[in-house]
């Protein structure tokens, strides 16, 4: 078979989708970004529609949106991308050995490449009356134009099936005027997503705004009424309701009549690869009609993930893989907060947390299985769905959080904004992104606009929750409320960045098994999508390298910040801040001459104190560094790096009445041993010398604090965007203990912690036992690791040094004159 | 009027970096590919004013150091969705000395 391509020469190849919706649209989008003038494409939709929002049928059948509002991509869009696009045509035939398709009008497309995007199909009950007039499914556009027609004429609803989607519609009925009963099968409603308290909750809910409900009832029959439409419903338990209008929504078919008649394999869905191609290669299949590893999805995350393998495959890039998703709900029904995820049931050796308050219609419930948060549900009060979901997502080991895990994460030390706010009761004019000043209008607007789906596309818009990310849940939330509310399934792992779908971790250890020494090596081992990666992978990369094989692997300045190309902090006009080293904060007079007689010199505009216990000469100009250097004549500083910052330090008993430990001498000690140290982030020390504590011990990575029998170790604080008290780690009694002890957490972090996690993160990753178990417990591995990060420290030279005295990288100083 | 100047060797820029060319008050940033493709922008992010000189290369992009805004480096244009562009300069390379048409830089710093 010729798989050949011709790639940018000759006739076009030929792409034909069959099915117009919203993962089949997506996959174009994401071909066409990729390669342009790749393919003639044609399209063919069942519907009379372009491509719609499907999610958001239910705000437009509650009358809270219109039809044209949910349009994603408009006809011209089509018209712009030279897409041949057939509305109303059905798709009945694909000749997979002549490669054409044909439609129920005898229109016939030829293809190179086929993608089957032909979605589900409602099921329906197969009781007698089932085809009556008034019988319908809750999918399509002409679904909810029937029933907003219905509502106008007929007063009795009845919803088959409790689930989402039935809730959805009668909620949608019952505002457009009817009287709506739910009929439902189940003992309780949403028994796929919720637990039988939190159904009740939502059920009692429902009834308040005038829902009714049938539980546990069967359907015998639709009854026909005088005028041949449908008039009432029959169960087999004898009762019967009066019924205008039936709406059947008990669930989904993936729909693969089209794919079995033309002999592709199909069980429960038309199976695909991790590549989302069909047993035809020549055919891929995503959306809800596909079935990867037996699961057919019908949320929008997984589908847009699939969405951007099976372009990049068509584009000939052929790198990506689909690997499944986990995913969570929310209903979208306005006034109820709703939100599951994962196993929220629990078996056999899982155990679970309850939070229950049926009179505020708050209900919580957190399950557990070996210290990892498995599953959840949430009514009532949803505000850290995001959250759980993240650490459900990560595997974190919520051991440590135990005891809070219930109360949220601003119980667990965050001081940022997440979730404080509830989106839905938000202004626009409310700031939701602090440090990029975005407001929730900017995020709405945006998200209608675009059509943006994910958190990853709003951050990449409007820049909300790239920086620091503390606001992230509360903009997901947003995402929720305005796009709708399927947005946040993710991968089950979260690969480094968009070059590559490898994790952190899987990059590490393949630097570490097969010695890779150079960015290059990694990038061609691990089958790099870019040729050299990008600002957000080099630099981790460039760190896991030096890090795995300190003396070994190649520093590359160009796959670093340029602060750390520098070695000083650049500064919002260009200019650069200079820090020199100041041993625990102690200095001399003649440091303190020279520093002064550098200011003058090179009309430095600012000298400032820092928090860390520095001189800070801000605004100094980048040619102007390596003469500052040698000037001062003092070490580096390391402040703009990740790596080894300041320790901080109290006088201590040398001068004060209530020292009990000479503080100043144990951190000076502490930062001439950690010295130029580099790390997935900084790191800062302080050192105390009593428990009242002076230098602030309580939110550095490493505190100590002296007692009078020794000196006690605390780690993983941190006094940043995430406020945390650091945590006891260990009691020692001599200063080489606390060098040693601290080294070894330190190298532990070195080696374990993803590029930018800080150590509180690393520490709530791993869980402050399992650094027990490495450091307090195994003498032999803490003192491996205190001389490995020895030995890494002794071939690192002062930058400051070799560039001012030494001339090393001069170009980077110097401009060109033309 | 062209008036192309000789103004460095294609080995004074680090690969997957940049050099600053300055004319008059006006800084050039000079970048060099992995491949070897030298592209010269005006050192100015076109969203706050950057030095692009000053950020990681790569591909034929450059990640801006204040707000990491990615340039293309063959247009000076901000990859979509940021919106705006760098000015961008002629350039050519002959053997390895990079040329740069200082009447199009004047006709800027003008």
Same mark, same amino acid.
């Given at each position: 078979?010729?798989?050949?391509?011709?790639?940018?020469?000759?006739?076009?190849?030929?792409?034909?989708?069959?099915?117009?919706?919203?993962?089949?649209?997506?996959?174009?989008?994401?071909?066409?970004?990729?390669?342009?003038?790749?393919?003639?494409?044609?399209?063919?939709?069942?519907?009379?529609?372009?491509?719609?929002?499907?999610?958001?049928?239910?705000?437009?059948?509650?009358?809270?949106?219109?039809?044209?509002?949910?349009?994603?991509?408009?006809?011209?869009?089509?018209?712009?991308?030279?897409?041949?696009?057939?509305?109303?045509?059905?798709?009945?035939?694909?000749?997979?050995?002549?490669?054409?398709?044909?439609?129920?009008?005898?229109?016939?497309?030829?293809?190179?490449?086929?993608?089957?995007?032909?979605?589900?199909?409602?099921?329906?009950?197969?009781?007698?009356?089932?085809?009556?007039?008034?019988?319908?499914?809750?999918?399509?556009?002409?679904?909810?134009?029937?029933?907003?027609?219905?509502?106008?004429?007929?007063?009795?609803?009845?919803?088959?099936?409790?689930?989402?989607?039935?809730?959805?519609?009668?909620?949608?009925?019952?505002?457009?005027?009817?009287?709506?009963?739910?009929?439902?099968?189940?003992?309780?409603?949403?028994?796929?997503?919720?637990?039988?308290?939190?159904?009740?909750?939502?059920?009692?809910?429902?009834?308040?705004?005038?829902?009714?409900?049938?539980?546990?009832?069967?359907?015998?029959?639709?009854?026909?009424?005088?005028?041949?439409?449908?008039?009432?419903?029959?169960?087999?338990?004898?009762?019967?309701?009066?019924?205008?209008?039936?709406?059947?929504?008990?669930?989904?078919?993936?729909?693969?009549?089209?794919?079995?008649?033309?002999?592709?394999?199909?069980?429960?869905?038309?199976?695909?690869?991790?590549?989302?191609?069909?047993?035809?290669?020549?055919?891929?299949?995503?959306?809800?009609?596909?079935?990867?590893?037996?699961?057919?999805?019908?949320?929008?995350?997984?589908?847009?993930?699939?969405?951007?393998?099976?372009?990049?495959?068509?584009?000939?890039?052929?790198?990506?893989?689909?690997?499944?998703?986990?995913?969570?709900?929310?209903?979208?029904?306005?006034?109820?907060?709703?939100?599951?995820?994962?196993?929220?049931?629990?078996?056999?050796?899982?155990?679970?947390?309850?939070?229950?308050?049926?009179?505020?219609?708050?209900?919580?419930?957190?399950?557990?299985?070996?210290?990892?948060?498995?599953?959840?549900?949430?009514?009532?009060?949803?505000?850290?769905?995001?959250?759980?979901?993240?650490?459900?997502?990560?595997?974190?080991?919520?051991?440590?959080?135990?005891?809070?895990?219930?109360?949220?994460?601003?119980?667990?030390?965050?001081?940022?904004?997440?979730?404080?706010?509830?989106?839905?009761?938000?202004?626009?004019?409310?700031?939701? /992104? *602090? @440090?990029?000043?975005?407001?929730?209008?900017?995020?709405?607007? $945006? %998200? +209608?606009?675009?059509? =943006?789906? &994910?958190?990853?596309?709003?951050?990449?818009?409007?820049?909300?929750?790239?920086?620091?990310?503390?606001?992230?849940?509360?903009?997901?939330?947003?995402?929720?409320?305005?796009?709708?509310?399927?947005?946040?399934?993710?991968?089950?792992?979260?690969?480094? /960045? *968009? @070059?590559?779908?490898?994790?952190?971790?899987?990059?590490?250890? $393949? %630097? +570490?098994?097969?010695? =890779?020494? &150079?960015?290059?090596?990694?990038?061609?081992?691990?089958?790099?999508?870019?040729?050299?990666?990008?600002?957000?992978?080099?630099?981790?990369?460039?760190?896991?390298?030096?890090?795995?094989?300190?003396?070994?692997?190649?520093?590359?300045?160009?796959?670093?910040?340029?602060?750390?190309?520098?070695?000083?902090?650049?500064?919002?006009?260009?200019?650069?801040?200079?820090?020199?080293?100041?041993?625990?904060?102690?200095?001399?007079?003649?440091?303190?001459?020279?520093?002064?007689?550098?200011?003058?010199?090179?009309?430095?505009?600012?000298?400032?104190?820092?928090?860390?216990?520095?001189?800070?000469?801000?605004?100094?100009?980048?040619?102007?560094?390596?003469?500052?250097?040698?000037?001062?004549?003092?070490?580096?500083?390391?402040?703009?790096?990740?790596?080894?910052?300041?320790?901080?330090?109290?006088?201590?008993?040398?001068?004060?009445?209530?020292?009990?430990?000479?503080?100043?001498?144990?951190?000076?000690?502490?930062?001439?041993?950690?010295?130029?140290?580099?790390?997935?982030?900084?790191?800062?020390?302080?050192?105390?010398?009593?428990?009242?504590?002076?230098?602030?011990?309580?939110?550095?990575?490493?505190?100590?604090?002296?007692?009078?029998?020794?000196?006690?170790?605390?780690?993983?604080?941190?006094?940043?965007?995430?406020?945390?008290?650091?945590?006891?780690?260990?009691?020692?009694?001599?200063?080489?203990?606390?060098?040693?002890?601290?080294?070894?957490?330190?190298?532990?972090?070195?080696?374990?912690?993803?590029?930018?996690?800080?150590?509180?993160?690393?520490?709530?990753?791993?869980?402050?036992?399992?650094?027990?178990?490495?450091?307090?417990?195994?003498?032999?591995?803490?003192?491996?690791?205190?001389?490995?990060?020895?030995?890494?420290?002794?071939?690192?030279?002062?930058?400051?040094?070799?560039?001012?005295?030494?001339?090393?990288?001069?170009?980077?100083?110097?401009?060109?004159?033309? | 009027?062209?008036?192309?100047?000789?103004?460095?060797?294609?080995?004074?820029?680090?690969?997957?970096?940049?050099?600053?060319?300055?004319?008059?008050?006006?800084?050039?940033?000079?970048?060099?590919?992995?491949?070897?493709?030298?592209?010269?922008?005006?050192?100015?992010?076109?969203?706050?004013?950057?030095?692009?000189?000053?950020?990681?290369?790569?591909?034929?992009?450059?990640?801006?150091?204040?707000?990491?805004?990615?340039?293309?480096?063959?247009?000076?244009?901000?990859?979509?969705?940021?919106?705006?562009?760098?000015?961008?300069?002629?350039?050519?390379?002959?053997?390895?000395?990079?040329?740069?048409?200082?009447?199009?830089?004047?006709?800027?710093?003008?």
């Amino acid at each position: 078979m010729d798989m050949s391509t011709p790639m940018g020469r000759g006739p076009k190849m030929k792409l034909v989708m069959v099915g117009n919706g919203m993962a089949g649209v997506r996959t174009l989008e994401e071909l066409l970004k990729l390669a342009p003038d790749l393919y003639d494409i044609t399209v063919f939709g069942a519907e009379p529609h372009p491509n719609y929002n499907r999610i958001l049928l239910s705000p437009v059948l509650a009358g809270e949106q219109t039809v044209d509002d949910i349009i994603l991509n408009p006809t011209d869009w089509y018209a712009e991308n030279n897409i041949h696009l057939y509305l109303g045509k059905k798709v009945v035939k694909i000749d997979r050995s002549a490669r054409y398709v044909e439609a129920d009008d005898g229109t016939r497309a030829e293809y190179d490449r086929l993608l089957l995007a032909t979605g589900s199909n409602p099921f329906m009950l197969p009781v007698p009356g089932a085809d009556l007039p008034g019988v319908i499914s809750f999918r399509d556009i002409a679904d909810v134009d029937a029933m907003v027609r219905a509502s106008s004429q007929y007063r009795h609803a009845v919803v088959i099936g409790g689930g989402l989607l039935g809730l959805e519609a009668a909620n949608g009925l019952m505002k457009r005027g009817m009287d709506v009963t739910v009929v439902h099968i189940g003992p309780w409603l949403m028994e796929r997503q919720l637990d039988e308290p939190a159904a009740r909750l939502l059920q009692k809910s429902l009834e308040e705004k005038g829902m009714k409900f049938l539980l546990q009832k069967q359907t015998a029959e639709l009854v026909r009424g005088e005028s041949g439409r449908v008039a009432a419903i029959t169960f087999k338990d004898g009762d019967s309701a009066p019924a205008d209008l039936v709406v059947m929504a008990v669930g989904i078919r993936p729909n693969t009549e089209l794919a079995e008649s033309a002999g592709l394999h199909c069980n429960r869905g038309i199976v695909v690869n991790d590549t989302m191609q069909t047993f035809d290669p020549r055919i891929y299949s995503i959306g809800e009609c596909a079935a990867h590893r037996g699961i057919a999805y019908g949320l929008v995350a997984p589908l847009f993930e699939q969405a951007k393998v099976a372009a990049n495959h068509l584009a000939h890039y052929g790198i990506g893989r689909y690997q499944g998703s986990v995913t969570s709900t929310k209903l979208k029904v306005t006034g109820i907060d709703l939100f599951s995820a994962g196993d929220f049931i629990g078996g056999e050796g899982t155990e679970s947390i309850l939070y229950s308050d049926p009179i505020g219609g708050v209900y919580k419930k957190l399950v557990l299985k070996d210290n990892k948060l498995v599953g959840g549900v949430m009514y009532g009060d949803t505000v850290d769905g995001a959250w759980y979901f993240s650490l459900l997502r990560d595997g974190k080991n919520v051991s440590e959080l135990r005891d809070h895990l219930m109360f949220g994460q601003d119980h667990c030390g965050n001081l940022g904004h997440q979730g404080i706010n509830k989106a839905a009761t938000m202004t626009d004019d409310m700031e939701v /992104c *602090g @440090c990029n000043g975005v407001c929730k209008g900017d995020i709405v607007k $945006a %998200i +209608r606009e675009k059509g =943006l789906f &994910t958190l990853e596309d709003v951050r990449k818009h409007t820049k909300a929750s790239s920086s620091c990310g503390s606001c992230t849940g509360l903009v997901e939330q947003i995402l929720a409320v305005t796009a709708g509310g399927d947005y946040s399934a993710t991968p089950k792992t979260k690969s480094m /960045c *968009g @070059c590559t779908d490898h994790t952190h971790e899987a990059v590490r250890e $393949a %630097i +570490r098994q097969n010695k =890779l020494l &150079t960015i290059p090596q990694v990038m061609t081992f691990m089958e790099w999508r870019t040729p050299n990666g990008c600002a957000s992978c080099r630099p981790a990369l460039n760190y896991y390298l030096i890090s795995t094989w300190p003396g070994e692997a190649e520093d590359d300045p160009q796959s670093r910040f340029i602060n750390e190309r520098a070695h000083a902090n650049i500064q919002r006009d260009g200019s650069y801040s200079v820090i020199p080293r100041m041993w625990g904060g102690q200095t001399t007079p003649a440091e303190l001459r020279r520093i002064a007689d550098v200011a003058e010199k090179y009309a430095i505009p600012t000298v400032k104190v820092t928090g860390g216990q520095r001189i800070d000469l801000l605004g100094v100009k980048k040619e102007d560094l390596p003469k500052v250097w040698a000037d001062l004549d003092m070490p580096s500083g390391h402040a703009y790096g990740k790596a080894l910052r300041t320790v901080k330090t109290c006088v201590g008993s040398e001068w004060c009445r209530f020292g009990t430990q000479d503080s100043t001498q144990m951190g000076i000690d502490l930062e001439k041993v950690f010295f130029k140290m580099w790390a997935p982030h900084k790191v800062k020390l302080a050192v105390s010398g009593c428990p009242r504590n002076c230098a602030e011990v309580a939110i550095k990575d490493v505190g100590i604090i002296g007692v009078d029998s020794g000196w006690e170790i605390y780690v993983a604080g941190n006094g940043g965007i995430k406020t945390e008290v650091a945590q006891f780690l260990v009691k020692v009694k001599t200063a080489d203990e606390v060098l040693e002890y601290s080294g070894a957490f330190l190298q532990l972090y070195r080696e374990e912690a993803r590029y930018l996690d800080r150590t509180v993160h690393y520490v709530e990753r791993v869980g402050l036992d399992y650094v027990k178990k490495k450091i307090l417990d195994d003498a032999d591995n803490r003192r491996a690791l205190y001389e490995r990060l020895l030995f890494a420290l002794s071939v690192e030279r002062d930058p400051w040094v070799e560039r001012a005295r030494e001339g090393k990288l001069k170009h980077e100083f110097e401009t060109v004159a033309a | 009027m062209n008036n192309w100047t000789d103004i460095l060797d294609v080995n004074d820029i680090p690969k997957l970096g940049a050099r600053v060319v300055r004319h008059g008050s006006l800084d050039i940033a000079v970048f060099r590919t992995a491949d070897d493709e030298i592209f010269a922008l005006e050192d100015r992010c076109p969203h706050k004013g950057g030095p692009l000189s000053q950020g990681i290369v790569h591909g034929r992009k450059v990640a801006c150091p204040m707000h990491n805004w990615n340039i293309e480096l063959d247009s000076g244009c901000a990859v979509a969705p940021d919106q705006g562009c760098a000015r961008e300069f002629p350039i050519k390379v002959e053997g390895s000395r990079v040329w740069l048409d200082l009447s199009a830089v004047e006709r800027v710093a003008a």
